[in-house]
Nanobody, 124 residues
C-alpha cells in the first residue's frame, strides 16, 4: 500500500500563499490519479483538486479554481498544491489521496490511500 504524508500547512494571512506537499512511499504512486481534499470544523470533507496519473489533466472545485494549482512530480513521488489568494474560508485540514481515476476522486469514491492531513489556517 502507498503511504502518503502531507506537509506545508501553517498559519497565513488572508491574501497570502502556501504550498502543500504530499510525499508517497512507493513508486506505485505514478499509477494513480491523486488529489487534495479538505475538511473544516463541523463541515463535511470536500474535494479540492485532482490530477491524472499522466499529469495532463486537472480538475478543481469551483471554490478554488483560479487560486489553487495542483501538480505532481512522478520522479520524486510528490504531489503539490500551490494555494494563492487564500481566504479565511480556506481554513481546514488538507488531505491528499490516491484513486484509480480523477472521476473517483471527484466523486469521493473509496480511495486507495489517504494521508494524515495538514492544518491550514487563514487569518482574516
Amino acid at each position: 500500500q502507498v503511504q502518503l504524508v502531507e506537509s506545508g500547512g501553517g498559519l497565513v494571512q488572508a491574501g497570502g500563499s502556501l504550498r502543500l506537499s504530499c510525499a508517497a512511499s512507493a513508486s506505485a504512486f505514478v499509477n494513480y490519479a491523486v488529489g487534495w481534499f479538505r475538511q473544516a470544523p463541523v463541515k463535511e470533507r470536500e474535494f479540492v483538486a485532482a490530477v491524472s496519473w499522466t499529469n495532463d489533466m486537472t480538475y478543481y472545485s469551483d471554490s478554488v479554481k483560479g487560486r489553487f494549482t495542483i501538480s505532481r512530480d512522478n520522479v520524486k513521488n510528490q504531489l503539490y498544491l500551490q494555494m494563492d489568494s487564500l481566504k479565511f474560508e480556506d481554513t481546514a485540514v488538507y488531505y491528499c489521496a490516491l484513486a484509480p481515476s480523477i472521476g473517483g476522486l471527484v466523486r469521493q469514491a473509496p480511495m486507495v490511500s489517504w494521508g494524515q492531513g495538514t492544518q491550514v489556517t487563514v487569518s482574516s
